[in-house]
């Protein structure tokens, strides 16, 4: 059996240098807001290139408190893309904004930099390009767009941390960028985790007050706050980690290159890595109109596969009152019919990789 995704096999190596660390919080019995959660949303700053990262307690929490701290509410549309896991719709809804939503490019299954402009009124406060599967937006055209109409800025990076555009890390191409450390992230915990970061006092500050109840002081509450704070033990996990997310996301990269090597003379669409961009490959997805024929064929040789995203957003039954058809967004309809998502896991051998590539090519000749 190839399996789409093995934790077990990151962990082995990994186990006692991550019960170490637990055993220190555990004897520390500091659980919450502590010196871990400290150093990690230091490093995290440095690594990003932002002067302020915020821990939370997942990505979608990121998401929110960001918006928030940017002064989104009820009656505010933000623009964000329908092809995307639902926590990127999510936090803008909870916040009382509308989502507003415009198609991805055909090519990197991004958010279109050029389908936003018309989706602007005069009530779009943000736009939130998400850096699907690890590969970062076109984030220089889409920061135009946003400084010609005066809108924030919110990555949803919460797939590509250690992506990079132009030199640059994701998280600090925008206003704020949101991580996710679930655990099947490149960099995930053993738990939910997220964190929010920036190079604004302003808003770093905002996010703090607010991931702890509004309090700066104890039993004094400037603001209706939630309790979000990314506890010790996730942290203690995530430094750990850290330390080998570089040669995690190359192994995924070489894994990546080899896929699309021997799949370039195939009838199906590989992975589009814009130049300047270096990706994280958290997933590798191909297109073909044989999707689900595919999928099974590769069921029947022990190989596992999985869709990410079988429904874009404005197809969600949630989101029935905003509006939308099918047919609205059509490149984000047809992708969620025809994607499938490859094992890709840094710790995928090189026989189990040739196993994939084997069978895929099996079916397509058959």
């Not at 623009?79 to 639902?86: E, G, H, Y």
């Not at 995930?188 to 929010?196: H, P, V």
């Not at 595919?294 to 874009?312: E, Q, T, W």
Request: glycine share 8%; with cysteine.
């Amino acid at each position: 059996m190839v399996p789409f995704l093995d934790l077990v096999r990151q962990y082995r190596p990994l186990r006692q240098e991550i019960k170490s660390a637990v055993e220190r919080v555990l004897r520390s019995q500091r659980f919450v807001l502590g010196d871990e959660g400290r150093v990690l949303e230091k490093k995290i700053a440095r690594k990003t290139g932002v002067k302020f990262a915020v821990g939370l307690a997942s990505g979608s929490d990121a998401l929110y408190v960001a918006l928030w701290a940017l002064g989104v509410g009820p009656g505010d549309e933000v623009i964000t893309t329908p092809f995307t896991f639902f926590a990127s719709s999510g936090a803008i809804s909870r916040t009382g904004a509308r989502p507003v939503f415009a198609d991805i490019d055909e090519r990197t299954f991004n958010l279109d930099p050029s389908q936003i402009a018309s989706k602007i009124t005069s009530r779009t406060k943000a736009i939130v390009p998400v850096h699907l599967f690890g590969l970062a937006c076109d984030m220089d055209a889409i920061m135009v767009v946003a400084k010609k109409h005066g809108l924030f800025v919110v990555e949803d990076a919460a797939q590509a941390f250690g992506a990079e555009s132009r030199g640059r890390q994701v998280g600090a191409l925008g206003d704020i960028g949101c991580f996710s450390f679930y655990p099947t992230k490149n960099l995930g915990g053993a738990g939910d985790g997220g964190m929010l970061v920036t190079s604004s006092p302003q808003w770093a500050k905002k996010a703090v007050l607010m991931r702890d109840h509004g309090s700066q002081t104890k039993y004094r509450h400037e603001f209706i706050g939630m309790n979000s704070r990314l506890d010790e033990l996730q942290a203690a996990v995530l430094l750990v980690k850290l330390k080998y997310l570089e040669r995690w996301n190359a192994q995924r990269r070489a894994i990546a290159r080899r896929y699309t090597e021997v799949f370039k003379d195939l009838p199906l669409q590989t992975p589009f890595v814009p130049k300047g961009h270096d990706p994280t490959f958290h997933l590798y997805s191909v297109l073909t109109k044989k999707r689900d024929a595919l999928s099974r064929f590769l069921a029947k040789k022990g190989i596992a596969s999985s869709v990410y995203y079988p429904s874009p957003l404005h197809l969600q039954p949630c989101y029935r009152g905003l509006g939308y058809h099918p047919g609205d967004f059509p490149v984000s309809e047809r992708t969620a019919k025809e994607i499938l998502a490859l094992p890709m896991f840094p710790e995928l051998s090189r026989p189990e990789t040739g196993r994939v590539l084997a069978a895929v090519r099996e079916f397509f000749r058959s």
